[in-house]
């Protein structure tokens, strides 16, 4: 199979579920269940460019580090993510993943599929 690099590159995906808890300490108050700490099936998609259309980067490589990056952003036992929104844990698991594999990569993190966030980082430039 070619490995010919393209001028408009294949954006790849992976996908996965991640039981945990969190919570919003400073939920207004129309809100204010939310400070409480609260459980969600967290859904994440990870998706990155890749420079040829042969596996530039192994989906099943990518989804297994984005899933071990993303419990490592635990702050407690079972699952604990703290006071982390999805916009943060989206951007941290973004940032790694970034630096990691020295593109852009955009990272969704929801609550249960219902409401969440999209973020997208791009490597780290060394000095």
């Known amino acids: 199979m070619s490995t010919t690099r393209h001028q408009t590159p294949a954006i790849i995906f992976v996908r996965f579920q991640q039981v945990g808890f969190h919570c919003w300490p400073d939920a207004p108050e129309s809100r204010a269940y939310l400070r409480a700490k609260h459980r969600h099936t967290f859904e994440i998609e990870v998706s990155t460019s890749v420079d040829h259309d042969d596996r530039d980067i192994e989906f099943h490589d990518l989804r297994d580090e984005a899933l071990a990056v993303f419990r490592g952003l635990t702050v407690g036992k079972g699952f604990d993510y703290g006071s982390q929104s999805c916009e943060q844990l989206a951007r941290r698991l973004a940032t790694q993943i970034a ?17 969440g966030a999209t ?3 791009g490597p780290e430039i060394q000095a």
């Open 99 to 115: 630096d990691r594999y020295a593109r852009t990569v955009s990272v969704m993190v929801s609550e249960d599929g219902e409401c």
């Open 119 to 121: 973020v997208e980082v």
